[in-house]
């Protein structure tokens, strides 16, 4: 029912559906499957936090769904199989490093998967989590991991760009198509970015 009531307000802008909460009270979400599909068959992104409480099995369960997107999802770093299976499916991991730490699902930011995951080719984007909860706005999260993790100008850029390109803007692909353009177009000008246009 939430997923129909949700598809009711796609031309208001609503152009996703997620499944989040305790994973670790409920990790199963296979009694969901009805409410993804209805979701994805009236045209909404599908994505589910998974990760953030119970490791790379958690992350694993959630693939069930067929997620384009897994918001968290930085221990599957742990499971090289996982691993290669977000690359082929491709799934894109939403990783918010400073959440993490908050939670305590990551002791640090200096040992937060996100740089060693975007260099071993795991598609990855960069998130503040909920914003009112992490306190944290999206360029101090980029200055903070850039500090932390050492990640360049240009691989901050690739990340920057994937997000672009797996945003829930499946209603409207002209305006995805204009926006990477622009990004392209801004890159290929500065030296530091070149690497990534």
Known sequence: MVARIAAEFRDAGLTGFDFAGPEEAFPDPTPHLAAFEEARSKGLGITIHAGEW?????VRRALVVNPSRIAHGAPAEGDPTLLEELKSRPVTLDLCPTSNVQSTSVAS????PLARLARAGVPVTLSTDDRTVSDVTLPEEYERVQRALGLSPAELWRINRHALAVAFLQHDEALRGHLIEEFDTFAAAEPLLRESA
Do not use: T
Request: glycine share 12%; net charge negative.
């Open 54 to 58: 119970d490791g790379p099995d958690q």
């Open 109 to 112: 930011l200096a040992e937060h």
